[in-house]
């Protein structure tokens, strides 16, 4: 990126230009390579600008940093671009190189399933040219930027994930993404505690339908929750898939062991293996092959993309620990994924017995005992010898389980993950299969840690 370019992007002034080419963007010091530009963001608990030195030190060209920061003698006469907002200027810097990009943008959005559809549908236009995609869940007003720059200019297709907390996330986002085509997963009472309804996460959502090219195209699930919120919103064509309603543009059918059979326009039959279980992730591989579709790639390029992927780290991850077999689903969770996990984990095959541990799904708000206890009812007296819950929050569900039939005898409550932890491994049979799920600030997967301890 040429400094001229990052200036009048991010609105700011060389303090000295850069000799050297700016290659890469970061706002962590330890990531620092070679050529990299380091934006000093300021957080809750630091502020950047107290690493620009060792920034520099491990090899930055340059530093963004606020306006009126005293540089230490350690960084004076090194080019610093001065901004007045540097976590402003750090979106302002995607979306100038975003118009750099000459492959297609997708904007992927969703309440659950954002970062597994996000991997599939990478996998399945890589197998149509270079493709770029969010890293983890990089997604929020500092993340998205980040991948956004990250986006090499050869790519054909760059896949981001775009998500929300707050009213007013959304616009900002899209602004800078302004994408060739958007998807969204799903839409549920995810982050409800900062929202006044369900309507309001759908209508926050479809910012990012606004932003489509009218060019462009969307993908939408047929009959998701605020459908017709996330249709007017969209000035672009709007593609539908659905597993069973053939009134989709493209249907699928959920067969066994991760496989889904498509159905689109006049084409045969097209068989989808991803080896996730569960109608969600079925519901997640159909959209991922729509939009791939659309996009531009072929089935059999599709396909073949599809043989490379690999589901992200915590989503339904299957590890033989010692006699057990764990599924590790704890990356996050909101009322919408939980009773996807329990459905699916209810029809799992499991010979010697099942046991569930269920972490708190968090920033639910006033609306967490009653969506806790709606899990539980509904999904929570399931097929399993043990119910285990972690948290406050999460004695609600077990309450619930209680209610809709499930034995008290066979519900268990921890207080922390670390209890837990502690006690589980003496709880669980040999040969049992545990699912363990929770939002990520409950850091269930220290209960996998302690079983392989």
Aim: with cysteine.
């Amino acid at each position: 990126m040429r400094p001229d370019l990052l200036a009048h992007w991010a609105g700011g002034t060389w303090s000295v230009p850069p000799t050297f080419p700016v290659t890469a963007v970061t706002q962590d010091s330890r990531a620092v390579r070679v050529g990299a530009l380091y934006v000093a963001l300021r957080g809750p608990n630091h502020d950047g600008h107290d690493f620009v030195a060792a920034a520099f030190r491990a090899g930055a060209t340059a530093a963004l940093v606020r306006e009126g920061w005293e540089a230490p003698a350690e960084v004076a006469g090194l080019p610093l671009l001065r901004v007045a907002d540097p976590a402003a200027a750090l979106l302002a810097l995607a979306k100038g190189w975003r118009e750099t990009l000459r492959g297609r943008v997708v904007g992927v959005t969703g309440s659950a399933g954002k970062t597994t559809f996000k991997e599939l549908a990478a996998a399945m236009l890589s197998g149509a040219g270079p493709t770029a995609a969010t890293q983890g869940n990089r997604n929020n007003a500092v993340g998205l930027p980040l991948s956004l720059l990250a986006v090499p200019e050869e790519a054909r297709f760059a896949v981001i994930e775009a998500g929300i907390s707050h009213p007013g996330d959304m616009a900002p986002l899209a602004d800078a993404l302004r994408p060739d085509a958007a998807a969204v997963t799903s839409i549920g009472p995810a982050h409800i505690a900062n929202f006044a309804s369900v309507e309001a996460i759908a209508e926050e959502k479809a910012r990012l339908l606004a932003a489509v090219r009218p060019k462009g195209f969307a993908v939408l699930p047929k009959g998701v929750v605020g459908e017709e919120q996330l249709r007017a919103a969209c000035r672009c064509r709007v593609v539908t898939a659905a597993l069973g309603d053939p009134g989709a543009d493209y249907v699928g059918e959920p067969l066994a062991k991760g496989v889904v059979r498509v159905r689109h326009a006049d084409e045969g039959a097209v068989l989808l293996e991803t080896g996730l279980c569960g109608e969600h992730n079925a519901s997640n591989a159909l959209l991922a092959y729509a939009l791939a579709r659309e996009a531009g790639a072929t089935a059999k390029q599709a396909l073949a993309g599809l043989a490379a992927f690999k589901a992200p780290p915590m989503r339904w991850e299957a590890r033989e620990i010692g006699a057990l077999h764990v599924i590790n689903d704890a990356y996050n969770a909101n009322p919408l994924s939980m009773r996807a996990a329990l459905e699916t984990f209810a029809g799992l095959d499991a010979p010697a017995g099942k046991a569930v541990c269920v972490g708190d799904m968090l920033e639910l708000g006033d609306a967490s005992d009653a969506q806790h206890r709606a899990v539980g009812e509904a999904s929570g007296n399931g097929p399993w010898r043990l119910l285990a819950g972690v948290g406050t929050a999460a004695r609600a569900l077990l309450d619930g389980a209680v209610k809709a039939g499930y034995p008290p005898s066979q519900t268990v409550w921890f207080a922390t993950v670390d209890e837990a932890a502690e006690a589980l491994p003496l709880l669980l049979r040999p040969g049992e299969t545990l699912l363990l799920k929770g939002s990520r600030g409950m850091r269930l997967e220290r209960v996998a840690e302690a079983l392989r301890r």
